[in-house]
């Protein structure tokens, strides 16, 4: 594929697509702060089942316990007693497009959710702010028993389905922010795909955090049931705040025999947002699991795609690719844990660091014993852009199995002069030869996406790599 | 006044003098060839001619379109009609050759994304690539190849060729491109490059041996040798050193070695 580098307006462009935020309106604001009255109130707005509110009080209380992680980057300026923890801006949520309120629609305009729906998606979840606003799914899915809703809805609506499942993958105590996530949930993506069915158009939600000091606590399910194919692709632009924000959320998937999901994140999170997800799936029998994982702003982000390998046959991936520029750390990598023998997994992380900015790769494999022929292969690629600038690699092995293939690779470059001098030497301007290179860097990731995430994700390079020249 | 003037020029590289005083006039329409033994101070010309950041210039002017081009980057001196083909062309992982030279090809008709109108259409880029591309005996599957990534030397300075080919430049400097070269790719290259001689384009070949110059006649032969010019004249000259070689001024023949010849 050969890649465009599309070229737009920079600077005050940039705000005006990224950057802008509406007035709030809200017909209910929480209390800043956590609590159990908050968490309690929460659970009371949305009306959910008494299982519901005492399984929020239990993370409540596990996560009063639970240490802050220190291991990784520094966390230690997170106020959560400052942070708005449910938030919900329309009364019920809108069925068709015309449902949509006005100035929430207009938000969606200017992102070109409706467009992009047209054109090629078959539904659209878009979460604005604590709750999903607008959802559709063509009827020819749903008539293939498929379900695509957010988790509120999905939460009243198939309750069985929901509990046999939800917090089985990740449940509270796996970590602080997943005991956050679970007791504050609100709003994300509920997937369910039968036996057999494979959806052949990728399912999408675009969403967008629009309240200042507003914490998004989105929470993800997807369950793809034996053969089956789903391909599901969030992606974030989130506009400019002065405030310190919080985006915590949980992701869980759950892929059986002979099926394949693969999951697309591609964030550009403001720059005083601190990302901190979980995500993990495990995978059945000869099913397949992909994570394609880009991180570009935020202050900090913490993200490590994990895959659990259960079955004899089964196969994971992790392609995953991070842009850290002035004040931000992405400490991002990926997870594979090799239950059964025969499984393999792949991953790949790309990172970029420019002016002063830090990437990590944090990775663990690991392959219990019996785990007999698992293959497991782990590539870094870190480029700097200039002195300034850091990455680090940490990864961890543990192998309790002899009979296994493990590799891992690791390279670190910086764009050199002779490359500039011979992209300009051609006309093309540093600033330009700079972007070209780091996409082209990055291609291995972006010829994953789906093309017009590709063109995306290429332009917000491209912003990062002008805005941050001279 | 010729079209291209470099006049008394010196350079250093690392604090080091290379270049002490090079006077050179090239008009468009001339082949000249620069010929020099290893560390005369070739490379040295054709970077600092393009721009290179690690090329000091101490002194002297390089004149082009009534413009002193030395304090151009080297985008503003591709744009203005100037194009080096380097000796060691650079690879660029994960873009491919068809975005290259689109973007190259686009950024020189000023191209900013906003004009349309300035960006060379697809038709029209496939069209532009096809001729040039059978010329060099180049197939398709070179276009969603990555730059320079896995090309062989021959592959390499072909992909050079097509890069001056569609962007018509008016004052060319071909870097040791005949160096690493098989016979046949030596024979493409230089058809390629003849096709392109004419009232618009003038040419720089900087080269140590004289083998090219059987394939690519030069109109003029300049040696040069420990950074100034010592020596100038017309084809004759290259028939002269292809007997004599270098020895005069250093202990090196201006012949391909025998090895060289066969690879």
């Known amino acids: 594929m050969a890649t465009v580098i599309p070229r737009i307006d920079v600077g005050d462009n940039y705000k005006e697509k990224y950057g802008f935020f509406d007035p709030e309106k809200f017909v209910f604001k929480a209390k800043r702060g956590l609590n159990p009255e908050v968490v309690k109130e929460i659970s009371w707005m949305k009306n959910e089942p008494e299982w519901m509110t005492k399984f929020r009080l239990r993370a409540l209380q596990t996560w009063d316990k639970k240490e802050m992680p220190t291991w990784g980057a520094d966390l230690s300026t997170i106020d959560f007693q400052n942070i708005y923890y449910y938030l919900k801006s329309t009364e019920k949520q809108g069925k068709t497009w015309e449902d949509v309120p006005a100035d929430i629609k207009n938000t969606f305009d200017r992102l070109g959710v409706p467009q992009a729906e047209r054109k090629f998606l078959a539904g659209v979840a878009a979460q604005y702010e604590s709750e999903v606003v607008y959802h559709s799914l063509h009827k020819e899915l749903e008539a293939k028993g498929v379900i695509f809703t957010d988790t509120d809805s999905a939460l009243r609506d198939y309750p069985d389905l929901f509990k046999q499942y939800f917090g089985t993958i990740i449940p509270p105590g796996d970590n602080k922010m997943a005991a956050l996530n679970s007791a504050v949930w609100s709003g994300g993506s509920f997937i369910y795909v039968p036996k057999g069915v494979k959806v052949e158009i990728p399912l999408q939600a675009y969403f967008r955090i629009n309240a200042e000091n507003m914490g998004q606590f989105e929470r993800t399910l997807i369950i793809c049931d034996e053969d089956s194919f789903v391909h599901y692709i969030e992606g974030c632009?989130?506009?400019?705040?002065?405030?310190?924000?919080?985006?915590?959320?949980?992701?869980?998937?759950?892929?059986?025999?002979?099926?394949?999901?693969?999951?697309?994140?591609?964030?550009?999170?403001?720059?005083?947002?601190?990302?901190?997800?979980?995500?993990?799936?495990?995978?059945?029998?000869?099913?397949?699991?992909?994570?394609?994982?880009?991180?570009?702003?935020?202050?900090?982000?913490?993200?490590?795609?994990?895959?659990?390998?259960?079955?004899?046959?089964?196969?994971?991936?992790?392609?995953?690719?991070?842009?850290?520029?002035?004040?931000?750390?992405?400490?991002?990598?990926?997870?594979?844990?090799?239950?059964?023998?025969?499984?393999?997994?792949?991953?790949?992380?790309?990172?970029?660091?420019?002016?002063?900015?830090?990437?990590?790769?944090?990775?663990?494999?690991?392959?219990?014993?019996?785990?007999?022929?698992?293959?497991?292969?782990?590539?870094?690629?870190?480029?700097?852009?200039?002195?300034?600038?850091?990455?680090?690699?940490?990864?961890?092995?543990?192998?309790?199995?002899?009979?296994?293939?493990?590799?891992?690779?690791?390279?670190?470059?910086?764009?050199?002069?002779?490359?500039?001098?011979?992209?300009?030497?051609?006309?093309?301007?540093?600033?330009?030869?700079?972007?070209?290179?780091?996409?082209?860097?990055?291609?291995?990731?972006?010829?994953?996406?789906?093309?017009?995430?590709?063109?995306?994700?290429?332009?917000?390079?491209?912003?990062?790599?002008?805005?941050?020249?001279? | 006044m010729a079209d291209f003037e470099i006049k008394d020029l010196r350079v250093s590289v690392e604090g080091r003098e290379i270049l002490k005083g090079v006077t050179l006039s090239v008009n468009k329409g001339e082949v000249h060839a620069v010929m020099g033994p290893n560390g005369s101070g070739k490379s040295t010309l054709s970077h600092t001619l393009m721009g290179h950041p690690n090329y000091k210039v101490i002194s002297g002017q390089v004149l082009f379109k009534g413009k002193d081009i030395l304090t151009l980057q080297p985008e503003a001196r591709a744009k203005l009609g100037m194009f080096l083909a380097l000796q060691y062309p650079v690879v660029v992982p994960g873009i491919t050759m068809s975005n290259f030279l689109r973007t190259a090809i686009n950024a020189k008709r000023g191209y900013d994304g906003k004009d349309k109108s300035k960006a060379i259409n697809v038709k029209e880029f496939r069209a532009m690539l096809k001729d040039e591309m059978s010329v060099l005996r180049m197939d398709d599957s070179f276009l969603s190849r990555y730059v320079n990534e896995g090309f062989s030397g021959g592959e390499k300075k072909r992909a050079e060729i097509l890069q001056m080919a569609v962007l018509k430049p008016e004052i060319a400097i071909l870097d040791e491109t005949d160096s690493g070269l098989d016979i046949d790719s030596i024979k493409f290259v230089s058809d390629a490059v003849n096709r392109m001689r004419g009232p618009e384009l003038g040419v720089l070949i900087i080269t140590h041996y004289t083998r090219v110059l059987k394939f690519i006649k030069p109109d003029y032969v300049h040696v040069l040798v420990n950074g100034e010019f010592v020596r100038s004249g017309g084809p004759e000259l290259a028939d002269w050193l292809e007997a004599k070689g270098y020895s005069e001024w250093v202990k090196e023949p201006a012949k391909a070695p025998a090895a060289l010849e066969a690879n």
């Not at chain 1, 999170?269 to 995978?283: E, F, G, I, P, Q």
């Not at chain 1, 050199?416 to 011979?422: H, I, M, T």
């Not at chain 1, 017009?452 to 790599?465: K, P």
């Open chain 1, 237 to 470: 632009t989130a506009p400019i705040y002065t405030t310190d924000s919080l985006h915590s959320a949980v992701v869980e998937i759950i892929v059986k025999r002979g099926a394949r999901c693969r999951y697309t994140t591609v964030q550009n999170w403001s720059t005083n947002v601190y990302n901190l997800v979980t995500k993990r799936a495990v995978a059945y029998g000869d099913a397949t699991m992909e994570w394609v994982d880009g991180n570009l702003g935020s202050q900090i982000t913490m993200k490590y795609p994990s895959i659990y390998l259960m079955e004899p046959g089964a196969k994971g991936d992790v392609l995953s690719v991070a842009f850290a520029g002035k004040g931000q750390h992405q400490d991002a990598g990926g997870k594979a844990v090799h239950v059964a023998p025969n499984t393999s997994s792949n991953i790949v992380s790309k990172s970029i660091s420019k002016n002063g900015g830090r990437t990590s790769y944090r990775g663990l494999v690991k392959v219990y014993p019996g785990a007999k022929n698992s293959k497991s292969f782990v590539r870094c690629d870190a480029l700097l852009l200039d002195d300034q600038s850091r990455s680090d690699t940490y990864p961890t092995t543990e192998v309790d199995e002899p009979q296994v293939r493990i590799g891992h690779e690791a390279t670190v470059s910086k764009v050199s002069d002779e490359q500039l001098f011979y992209l300009q030497s051609r006309g093309i301007t540093k600033a330009e030869a700079e972007t070209m290179i780091v996409n082209g860097f990055i291609e291995p990731f972006t010829k994953e996406l789906p093309i017009e995430y590709a063109v995306e994700l290429n332009r917000l390079i491209q912003l990062e790599m002008i805005g941050s020249v001279g």
